[in-house]
């Protein structure tokens, strides 16, 4: 046991405290300073979790293990929090939000995103995913003079509250079945981890995968998310999109991967998820279709990519889980960016209609949105074709062929609506031309970066494969 293992944890912590006390003490023209703070603490938590490599660091006798899978998503979290600050620089001021509340709720979540991924234990992955949760109502409601924010802000706390209540209720099971909440004993019979898993045992896990599929936004746990990816303000959207998704699914990984070969009704709940997965694809995908919207648009891709990564999770294919995911970042991210770019000062100028004639108005823009809806599709050589083809191919590998079917013709239906958007960007003339902010540097320093991770993660992915691969060489 070492103390080190708290390091990227009190660190993020203590940057998310400095930035709220600012925010307090400091006058509200100076919230510039909770920024840097705030930027400073995830540069240091990110040296830290670079440090931690190789360490075998863990605390709480082994309730908090910095295992490699666990450290590979911190730098992941660290990296999507740093977009969004930089994001929020000037979308903030423009929107009437506080940036010092801001930086200090998002590094509180993710120090809630770094609980869950590093945990042996299920009630500590509980007081992870809470702190997530608070962080990210408070997030999503943080523009109170907007309707749409606050109305965003009221779904998720109720839906989140009735998750909260199925975890709860699953570790109550878990525990009076096994008497031990540790993620290894999830499936263990009253004699301990050799035994069949009991009845009560998979119910238990199958209410705790429920709550997770809340936050994941598996169908039919999803019906939160387009109104919540819609009315939170961009940044946060594009932080609500990826980091709860990649802790969720690598909890679940954690606790589904050893399930084959177990009993039958272990095998029941592996074929349940297997279900729910084509039905996220399906139904994430065809509800894209009618959107007019782009932001709501990329609110149902994102349910759509939930049921991708889920597909991973099924075979049990942990590097393609990683890779996806960090993938995923880059793209995703990279496209609210350029909608971030495009907001006024009193309204998201994210209809199909403003889109429209892009391409003529700002070129680059355009540009880069184009590669980001091409990945988001998977269309070679973007990193999202070979995110997409690790994960399907090793479906096939692992004996899924139907649900590597089902998930290569969701991806056809998406590239329909991926497309349009391409379409009036380029082929569609412009009602109105409203103007941008181009004095932002840090904004397009993230575009910058995130078209940099796209190109690079689909040209030559072998530094970050050999990465992902030496994590799971390792037991965890």
């Keep these: 046991m070492s103390a080190m293992a708290l390091a990227p944890l009190v660190s993020v912590v203590a940057g998310a405290l400095a930035t709220l006390l600012f925010e307090a003490?400091?006058?509200?023209?100076?919230?510039?300073?909770?920024?840097?703070?705030?930027?400073?603490?995830?540069?240091?938590?990110?040296?830290?979790?670079?440090?931690?490599?190789?360490?075998?660091?863990?605390?709480?006798?082994?309730?908090?293990?910095?295992?490699?899978?666990?450290?590979?998503?911190?730098?992941?979290?660290v990296l999507i929090a740093t977009f969004v600050l930089l994001m929020s620089?000037?979308?903030?001021?423009?929107?009437?939000?506080?940036?010092?509340?801001?930086?200090?709720?998002?590094?509180?979540?993710?120090?809630?995103?770094?609980?869950?991924?590093?945990?042996?234990?299920?009630?500590?992955?509980?007081?992870?995913?809470?702190?997530?949760?608070?962080?990210?109502?408070?997030?999503?409601?943080?523009?109170?003079?907007?309707?749409?924010?606050?109305?965003?802000?009221?779904?998720?706390?109720?839906?989140?509250?009735?998750?909260?209540?199925?975890?709860?209720?699953?570790?109550?099971?878990?525990?009076?079945?096994?008497?031990?909440?540790?993620?290894?004993?999830?499936?263990?019979?009253?004699?301990?981890?050799?035994?069949?898993?009991?009845l009560a045992s998979v119910f238990g896990l199958g209410l705790i995968v429920a709550a997770l599929f809340f936050k994941i936004a598996i169908v039919p746990f999803h019906m939160w998310a387009p109104d919540v990816y819609q009315g939170a303000p961009t940044p946060?959207?594009?932080?609500?999109?990826?980091a709860p998704k990649a802790a969720g699914l690598v909890v679940l990984f954690r606790v589904?991967?050893?399930?084959?070969?177990?009993?039958?009704?272990?095998?029941?709940?592996?074929?349940?998820?297997?279900?729910a997965a084509v039905l996220t694809m399906f139904v994430g995908n065809l509800a894209a279709l009618r959107q007019k919207d782009v932001k709501r648009l990329l609110a149902y891709s994102a349910i759509a990519h939930s049921g991708y990564l889920l597909v991973a999770v099924v075979s049990g294919d942990g590097p393609g889980l990683v890779f996806y995911i960090i993938a995923y970042t880059f793209m995703n991210a990279g496209?609210?960016?350029?909608?971030?770019?495009?907001?006024?000062?009193n309204e998201e100028r994210t209809s199909l209609a403003d889109l429209a004639g892009l391409g003529r108005r700002h070129p680059w823009l355009a540009a880069s949105l184009a590669v980001f809806l091409l990945s988001l599709a998977g269309i070679p050589p973007t990193a999202g074709f070979l995110g997409k083809f690790y994960i399907f191919s090793a479906a096939v590998a692992k004996g899924h062929t139907l649900l590597a079917v089902a998930a290569v013709l969701a991806s056809l239906i998406a590239a329909a609506y991926y497309l349009k958007i391409i379409v009036a960007m380029y082929m569609q003339d412009a009602e109105t031309e409203p103007a941008i902010d181009r004095d932002n540097p840090a904004l397009y320093l993230v575009i910058f970066l995130c078209l940099f991770g796209v190109a690079q993660l689909g040209l030559w992915p072998g530094?970050?494969?050999?990465?992902?691969?030496?994590?799971?060489?390792?037991p965890f």
């Excluded at 709720?105 to 991924?117: D, E, K, N, Q």
């Excluded at 907007?146 to 802000?153: L, T, V």
């Excluded at 946060?236 to 990826?242: E, K, M, S």
Aim: aromatic content about 10%; proline content about 3%; charged content about 15%.
């Design 25 to 77: 003490f400091l006058k509200r023209k100076d919230n510039e300073v909770s920024a840097t703070a705030a930027i400073i603490s995830l540069f240091i938590t990110g040296f830290l979790v670079v440090r931690s490599w190789g360490l075998e660091l863990a605390y709480f006798d082994g309730r908090l293990a910095l295992d490699p899978l666990a450290l590979l998503l911190m730098a992941v979290f």
């Design 335 to 345: 496209a609210f960016g350029v909608l971030a770019a495009l907001s006024g000062k």
């Design 256 to 275: 589904l991967a050893p399930l084959p070969g177990r009993s039958g009704s272990a095998t029941l709940l592996m074929q349940a998820v297997a279900v």
């Design 89 to 198: 620089l000037e979308y903030a001021p423009r929107r009437d939000i506080n940036l010092g509340q801001l930086c200090g709720l998002l590094l509180l979540a993710v120090s809630g995103l770094m609980i869950m991924v590093s945990s042996t234990d299920w009630l500590v992955v509980f007081l992870g995913l809470e702190v997530l949760s608070v962080a990210s109502y408070a997030l999503t409601g943080i523009r109170r003079n907007d309707r749409a924010s606050s109305e965003a802000a009221a779904k998720y706390f109720l839906m989140g509250s009735f998750a909260g209540a199925f975890f709860v209720f699953g570790l109550a099971m878990l525990f009076g079945t096994t008497g031990d909440l540790s993620l290894a004993a999830s499936l263990s019979g009253p004699g301990g981890p050799a035994g069949s898993p009991a």
């Design 463 to 474: 530094n970050l494969l050999t990465l992902i691969r030496r994590a799971f060489s390792v």
């Design 236 to 242: 946060v959207t594009a932080f609500l999109t990826i």
